[in-house]
C-alpha cells in the first residue's frame, strides 16, 4: 500500500522556467493538499483540492503559481516563471473523504519535493 | 497572529537527558487538533501524534510524552532518555474546526540537537 508520491523528489530550474511538482495521493484518498516549507522555516499550506475542484487556495501566491487535481492522474502544482525565492521544499498530503477517518484525521504527507531555484 | 508558537529554536542536549519541546497555540474555536511531526535530516515528515481539544488526557508513547493544558493553551513534548537518532527538527501543528479542520498551521519548529 504505497504512501503520497511526489516527484521529483529534488527539481532544479533556471530563473524564469517551469516548474511541475506531481503527487498521487495514497489509494483510497481523494482530498490533496499542497504547503511550502522555505528555509529554515515551517510549513504553510497553500491549497487544498478534491478531484477536478479547488476547495481553498487562500495559502496560494496569487501570481505565476496554480494547482489542479484532474479526474484522473495526480495532482499538479505549477509555478511559472520561477525565482530564487520560489526555492523551497513542497509536500503533498492526502487524505479521505471528510468525516472519521477523513479530513486531518487521516492526513499523510509525501516525501516532499526539493526546488532550487539557479 | 502566530497561531503556533515554538519559542525554542534550537535545543542540543547530551544523550540519555530528558528533553521538553514547548508549544503554546493560539484558537478561539472550542473544537480543534494539535499535531506533533518529526523532519529528519532526511526531509521527510514523520506523523507522532494527533489529539483533539476535547481529550486533555497526557500520552506516553515509549519515550515520548505529550502534555497538553488546555489552561495555558500549550501541547508540550518530551522526549526521556534523548538518543542521536532523536535528533530532528520537531514541529507543532494545529488545525480548526472553524476552517474545515483540512489544513495545518504549523510551528517554525525546533531542531534538536542530541550529543553522542
Known amino acids: 500500500n504505497a504512501g503520497v508520491m511526489q516527484n521529483p523528489r529534488h527539481l532544479v530550474r533556471r530563473r524564469g522556467q517551469e516548474a511541475r511538482l506531481r503527487c498521487s495521493p495514497m489509494k483510497g484518498h481523494s482530498h490533496v493538499y499542497w504547503y511550502r516549507q522555505l528555509p529554515e522555516e515551517g510549513l504553510k499550506f497553500m491549497v487544498y483540492?478534491?478531484?477536478?475542484?479547488?476547495?481553498?487556495e487562500s495559502g496560494m501566491p496569487k501570481e505565476r503559481f496554480s494547482a489542479e487535481f484532474p479526474k484522473e492522474g495526480p495532482s499538479i502544482l505549477r509555478i511559472q516563471q520561477v525565482v530564487r525565492g520560489d526555492s523551497a521544499a513542497y509536500f503533498c498530503a492526502s487524505s479521505p473523504p471528510s468525516g472519521q477517518a477523513g479530513g486531518i484525521y487521516g492526513y499523510t504527507f509525501g516525501s516532499g519535493t526539493r526546488l532550487t531555484v539557479v | 497572529a502566530q497561531k503556533v508558537t515554538q519559542a525554542q529554536t534550537e535545543i542540543s542536549v547530551v544523550e540519555k537527558e530528558d528533553v521538553t519541546l514547548d508549544c503554546v497555540y493560539e484558537t478561539r474555536d472550542t473544537t480543534y487538533y494539535l499535531f506533533w511531526y518529526k523532519q529528519p535530516p532526511s526531509g521527510e515528515l514523520v506523523f507522532l501524534i494527533r489529539?483533539?481539544?476535547?481529550?486533555?488526557q497526557n500520552e506516553i508513547s515509549g519515550r515520548y510524552s505529550w502534555n497538553f493544558q488546555k489552561s495555558t493553551s500549550s501541547f508540550n513534548f518530551t522526549i526521556t532518555a534523548s538518543q542521536v537518532v532523536d535528533s530532528a527538527v520537531y514541529f507543532c501543528a494545529l488545525s480548526e474546526e472553524s476552517t474545515g479542520a483540512n489544513n495545518l498551521f504549523f510551528g517554525t519548529g525546533t531542531r534538536l540537537t542530541v550529543i553522542p
Open positions: 483540492l478534491q478531484k477536478e475542484n479547488i476547495i481553498d
Open positions: 489529539r483533539n481539544s476535547f481529550d486533555e
